[in-house]
Structures are given as C-alpha cells and as structure tokens.
C-alpha cells in the first residue's frame, strides 16, 4: 500500500510489509541522516510540529530529518504562546497548521487527539505521542534500533519495563513487536502493568506475554530489555506515583549473567532507571536508539509526502 497521504494515528495503521519498508528505506538513508551525504528531496517541503507537551528528541530528530533533506519546517514546543491560551480547540489549530504546511507532527496529553487531528487536516497527521495512548514513530525507531543491534526481531526474548500502565511507547511497541513473533514479558510492578485490554490483544495476536515484577526474572534470557521511565506527569494522585517512583535501577552489579549481546533500550528521557556507569557498557543502546530517530523519521517523512527517490 502506498504511504503517500496517509495519516500515521497509530501503529495499528501499519502492517508488518509497511514496517519492513520503512526500515530498508532507513537504511539507505542513514549516510544522509549521518550527514555524510547531502539531499534536497524534500525541497519545498514544510512540516509542522504541534507540541503541546515536552520533548527533546522527538521534536529534534524530526526537524533534523526534515532538515537532511532540504526540507523546512515550522512550529512551536509550548502551546503557551499560541491562540490556545486564549482558547481555540485543537480542531481550528490543525485547520490553520494544514493551510501552511505539507505534513503536521503532533504531540499532545490527550490520548485521541492524533485520531482527531487527522480528521481535520487535509495534509498527513503523524502522531508523535498522545497522552498514554500511542506513540508510532517511536516504536518504528524501536525496531528499527533491534534489528541493527541485534540481528532480527522474530523470535527474540523482549522485555518491556517499567512503567507499562501510563507508557505510550510501549503500547506501541508491544502490537508491532507481537506481528513480528517476539517473545515478551512485561515487568513492572502490578499496579503498573499492560493494560488488559493490550494483553487481551497482544494474546489474540498469538503471543503469549509472561507479566512479571522483578526485573532479575529477565536478565538472562533476554535479548533486549527495554526499560520505560515511570510517567509522572500522567499520575492523577502524586501519592501514588512516589510509592513506585525508584522500583527498577538497572546497574552494573545487576547484569551479571546477561547474555553478551543483550541490548539494552530506553526511549529516554531517563531518570534514575539506568545508572550512568552503564552508558559505558556493550550492552547500553540507547543513545543510539535516539539518534535512528532520524533515520526513520526520514523514511516515514519522504514516504507521507509521496517523494521516494
Ligand atoms: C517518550 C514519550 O514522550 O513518550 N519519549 C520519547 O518520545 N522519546 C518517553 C517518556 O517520556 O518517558
């Protein structure tokens, strides 16, 4: 199916083929996404970032994506200075990012808003994070950071931790990781877990999640683990957030008897989940995983805009 025009709501909206084009197409791009090679095939095009929420590398690495290929962009990270404040609904907002862009990429705390926009917008909505809801652009990232650190997706031991409740990067992650036969587990204290309604779907997909709470049940088998920040922006009562605020550190101490080619992840921002001294070991990965934002977001970029060449 061609990607030309299409909103990216959710990473429901992609099957497993769309997924595996996108990423060969990240591929090719990285000596461009590197800088190492220069192009302009986005000339003359205007993407919009609507961020009514915090972000450093979202935001960023779709600019710089957008930027490798000659493209422009225009926008704003904080709705306080926009007609918002004086009470415009997100509705008029995309109307008016629409008339003066090609592509708009949003991020807002309301779960749903993403589905809304595109039903506003004549140009592609790309969702970039919506409340706990979904997070597609970083689950493509996501796989695409596996398959470069570890080789293949398919039958790999992915271990999602930390905060599974609240998390939109790992909704998403879990639905594509379960069309590409991954085997899971979800470790996070029980009030934190997947939704049910994500297991219940993840199931129906024909994986079969283990839900554990210590993280030490994973550190051997897994091929990945993916370690989430616990969101405390989205706790209704501050109380309960600090009752699991410092539940998982991963140190050095605690990856004894990994497997030499476990990889760790983190969408990042982190907080006190990984201790810096791991930055230095083989297994850190994510600062990697942030720079193939771009990449990626190149690919999705120049396909929803229709230039493949
Ligand atoms: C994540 C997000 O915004 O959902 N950050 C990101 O996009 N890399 C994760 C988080 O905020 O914890």
Request: glycine residues 6%.
């Amino acid at each position: 199916m061609s990607f030309k025009g299409r909103h990216v709501v959710s990473i429901r909206d992609f099957s497993r083929k769309d997924i595996e084009q996108i990423l060969s197409r990240a591929n090719k791009l990285l000596p461009i996404a590197k800088g190492e090679k220069a192009s302009d095939i986005l000339r003359n095009k205007i993407m919009a970032t609507l961020f009514f929420e915090p972000s450093t590398r979202t935001r960023l690495s779709f600019e710089s994506a957008m930027l490798r290929m000659g493209g422009r962009t225009l926008g704003f990270s904080d709705p306080g200075g926009t007609s918002a404040k004086k009470g415009e609904t997100l509705a008029d907002t995309i109307r008016m990012a629409a008339a003066y862009s090609d592509v708009i990429v949003l991020r807002h705390p309301q779960e749903g808003a993403a589905k809304l926009a595109s039903e506003f917008s004549d140009v592609p909505v790309i969702n970039a994070g919506d409340g706990a809801g979904q997070h597609p652009t970083q689950t493509l990232l996501d796989l695409f950071t596996i398959k470069k650190e570890v080789g293949k997706i398919d039958g790999k031991n992915i271990a999602l931790v930390g905060d599974l409740k609240y998390g939109r990067t790992v909704h998403s992650l879990a639905y594509a990781l379960s069309t590409f036969k991954a085997k899971l587990t979800f470790v996070a204290p029980p009030t934190l877990q997947m939704p049910e309604e994500m297991v219940a779907t993840v199931k129906e997909m024909g994986t079969k999640p283990k839900l554990v709470n210590r993280i030490e049940d994973v550190i051997k088998t897994a091929d990945v683990i993916y370690v989430t920040r616990i969101q405390k922006e989205r706790f209704p009562d501050p109380d309960e957030y600090k009752k699991v605020a410092r539940v998982y550190r991963i140190t050095p101490a605690m990856l004894k008897g990994a497997k030499e080619t476990m990889r760790i992840m983190h969408p990042l921002p982190r907080v006190k989940e990984i201790s810096p001294e791991v930055d230095e070991m083989k297994h850190a990965a994510y600062f990697k995983q942030a720079f193939y934002g771009v990449p990626t977001r190149m690919a999705l970029l120049s396909a929803v805009l229709g230039v493949n060449s």
